[in-house]
C-alpha cells in the first residue's frame, strides 16, 4: 500500500483502506491516510457522495 501511516493497522484494516482508496473514496493527503483522524462534516459527504456514485440506482 501507498500509504506510509498504515504500516501498524490490522490487516484487514489495512484491506478496507486499501479499497476505499482503489474506488477514489477516500485517498489520503501527502501519502499519508491519517487513519487515527476525526472525520469533520464537510468530509464525511464527500465520502458519501463518491459511494452513492458507486452504487446502481436501482437499489435506492
Same mark, same amino acid.
Given at each position: =500500500? &501507498?500509504? /506510509? $501511516? !498504515? *504500516?501498524?493497522?490490522?490487516? $484487514? *484494516?489495512?484491506?478496507?483502506?486499501?479499497? +476505499?482508496?482503489?474506488?477514489? @473514496? =477516500? !485517498?489520503?493527503? /501527502?501519502?499519508?491516510?491519517?487513519? &487515527?483522524? +476525526?472525520?469533520?462534516?464537510?468530509?464525511?459527504?464527500? @465520502?458519501?457522495?463518491?459511494?452513492? &456514485?458507486? @452504487?446502481?440506482?436501482?437499489?435506492?
Amino acid at each position: =500500500m &501507498k500509504f /506510509g $501511516d !498504515t *504500516s501498524n493497522l490490522p490487516q $484487514d *484494516s489495512r484491506q478496507a483502506i486499501q479499497a +476505499v482508496n482503489e474506488h477514489e @473514496i =477516500m !485517498t489520503g493527503d /501527502g501519502g499519508r491516510f491519517h487513519p &487515527k483522524q +476525526v472525520l469533520v462534516r464537510e468530509q464525511a459527504a464527500a @465520502i458519501l457522495v463518491r459511494v452513492q &456514485k458507486l @452504487i446502481p440506482e436501482v437499489l435506492y
